[in-house]
């Protein structure tokens, strides 16, 4: 018999704390002017969440999924496994998605973290899809993607412009009839420094030099160039599609890595497909990385812009750098 997992609900939680770009012009106007009005106009992003200083990205991630589980009418106890990504977690060792089963109340759920960036939530639906057609015991698995790179900043650099907080959850399960498609990956290494924490791992452990040279905190050292989504992003989807038999055009909603409204918008243009097909949230909830997939989709599925039996593509693209895309249908 065959088994082929569903996205069958999703769920997302934002901090309520907010921060306006008006604050940030206020920090940081002095400093670099006009900073924060350029980025708003490249990316337009005027706002984002922050979590308070009592929550860690594991309270985030783990209300995320008490609201898909909610959704789908399950329990924490009916969970199986939990897939979450995240770039930003609690602790380097151990994984955050084991501190989030616990808070859950998970205690049946086996666990395991995706450190793709950007492109951790799509990847983590792949693995779990994968892992459900060949075990039968997998009957409920949920895949959280999570984000607070804000708290391993530095407060004093202005690229904090793009950091909000938050965290997005899917229920996934199986049936007979074909629900997840398939997945595509590309990669390339050599961007690897390009944005990244550089000091705490094995290259460099944390010291008091590394940590008062501010090398511990999230850096952005060079620019990407902009073609590695604008021309990546589309290569990605057409590669997907012909892998798994479906034209571009049969693609009834997109959602992408919430980074820049304008590379969405070229994006959609080069695919052929009109901006109505797709969800564009970074202007309310900022650059959430990890989360920002999974919030997007549960926000467009929350305003009715999926419908049953859509064919969606979920399409990330993290530092690294790493790029993930799913399809899937609703």
Not at 203 to 231: F, M, Q
Request: proline share 5%.
């Amino acid at each position: 018999m065959p088994r082929h997992a569903y996205v069958v609900a999703t769920g997302a939680y934002l901090p309520t704390g907010i921060v306006t770009n008006d604050d940030l012009r206020a920090r940081f106007d002095a400093i670099v002017p006009e900073f924060v009005n350029k980025m708003e106009a490249s990316t337009s992003i005027r706002a984002r969440h922050r979590a308070d200083d009592s929550q860690a990205t594991s309270d985030l991630a783990t209300e995320a999924a008490r609201r898909a589980l909610a959704s789908a009418g399950r329990t924490p106890a009916d969970v199986d496994l939990i897939v979450l990504g995240t770039d930003s977690p609690d602790y380097i060792t151990p994984a955050t998605s084991v501190v989030v089963q616990h808070k859950l109340g998970a205690a049946r759920a086996g666990t395991f973290d995706v450190g793709c960036a950007c492109a951790s939530f799509p990847t983590g639906l792949a693995a779990a899809a994968g892992m459900m057609a060949t075990n039968p015991a997998l009957k409920t698995v949920v895949v959280i993607g999570v984000y607070m790179m804000q708290r391993l900043a530095d407060p004093n650099d202005p690229t904090i412009f793009f950091y909000g907080d938050g965290a997005g959850a899917a229920v996934l399960e199986t049936r007979e009839t074909p629900g997840f498609i398939g997945a595509s990956f590309a990669a390339d290494g050599a961007f690897a420094k390009c944005w990244g924490i550089f000091s705490g791992g094995t290259v460099e452990p944390a010291s008091v030099a590394s940590v008062e040279a501010k090398r511990t905190t999230v850096k952005l050292v060079d620019r990407y160039p902009p073609e590695i989504n604008h021309d990546g992003w589309p290569r990605l989807v057409r590669k997907l599609a012909s892998e798994q038999g479906f034209a571009v055009d049969d693609i009834d909603f997109l959602v992408f890595t919430q980074v820049r409204y304008p590379s969405i918008e070229l994006v959609m243009g080069t695919l052929g497909l009109p901006m109505s097909k797709t969800i564009t949230n970074m202007d309310r909830v900022g650059y959430t990385g990890s989360a920002c997939i999974p919030i997007a989709l549960d926000e467009a599925l929350g305003t009715g812009r999926i419908t049953r039996g859509d064919l969606v593509v979920l399409v990330g693209s993290g530092v690294g750098y790493n790029q993930a895309a799913v399809a899937f249908r609703w």
